[in-house]
């Protein structure tokens, strides 16, 4: 499940050429504070999705509620344990 929301999440990334061509800059649209800077698109694309896994993991942490994607949900519930 993880690394469908991952791929889902990834395709609905978007680049944009920095002035002066000076890098490429990366982010998906609906995920706040989600964004990447590199030299290039790959390397873009590359840190986008190491961020975008930092961002899954931190944001489930802190129990944020994180975007549904093509009817996939990472949140998850305290299941008690008796």
Same mark, same amino acid.
């Given at each position: 499940?993880? %690394? !469908? @929301?991952?791929?889902? +999440?990834? *395709?609905? +990334?978007? @680049?944009? $050429? /920095?002035?002066?061509?000076?890098?490429?800059?990366?982010? &998906?649209?609906?995920?706040?504070? /989600? =964004? %990447?800077? +590199?030299?290039? /698109?790959?390397?873009? *694309?590359?840190? $986008?999705? !190491?961020? $975008?896994?930092? =961002?899954? &993991? $931190?944001?489930?942490? /802190?129990?944020?509620?994180?975007?549904?994607?093509?009817?996939?949900?990472?949140?998850?519930?305290?299941?008690?344990? +008796?």
């Amino acid at each position: 499940m993880l %690394a !469908e @929301y991952i791929k889902s +999440a990834m *395709q609905r +990334a978007s @680049y944009k $050429l /920095l002035d002066d061509r000076e890098g490429v800059f990366g982010e &998906i649209i609906g995920f706040q504070g /989600l =964004w %990447a800077i +590199a030299p290039t /698109l790959e390397a873009c *694309q590359a840190e $986008l999705e !190491e961020a $975008l896994e930092e =961002w899954i &993991i $931190l944001g489930l942490k /802190l129990g944020h509620s994180l975007p549904e994607i093509e009817g996939v949900t990472l949140d998850f519930t305290k299941v008690e344990v +008796a």
